[in-house]
């Protein structure tokens, strides 16, 4: 009895996971909003800025 529980326990946890492969093979994901993207733009633009003037300040520094 034991061996049969165990075996109707695998086969559902085999069809749950063939379920779960098959929902992410069918997945597709929503294109990313303009608004969203514009403000990831910001935020790179600004990390980038502030990177460039730390790199301004050590080459100034180097140049002293």
Do not use: C, F, N, W
């Not at 749950?16 to 608004?35: C, E, F, N, T, W």
């Not at 993207?37 to 002293?64: P, W």
């Amino acid at each position: 009895m034991d061996g049969e529980r165990i075996e109707r326990a695998v086969q559902r946890i085999e069809a749950a996971l063939g379920r779960i492969a098959k929902a992410a093979d069918d997945y597709q994901p929503a294109p990313p909003s303009v608004s969203g993207l514009v403000v990831e733009h910001e935020r790179l633009r600004e990390a980038t800025s502030g990177a460039l003037k730390e790199l301004d300040a050590l080459i100034e520094r180097l140049e002293r």
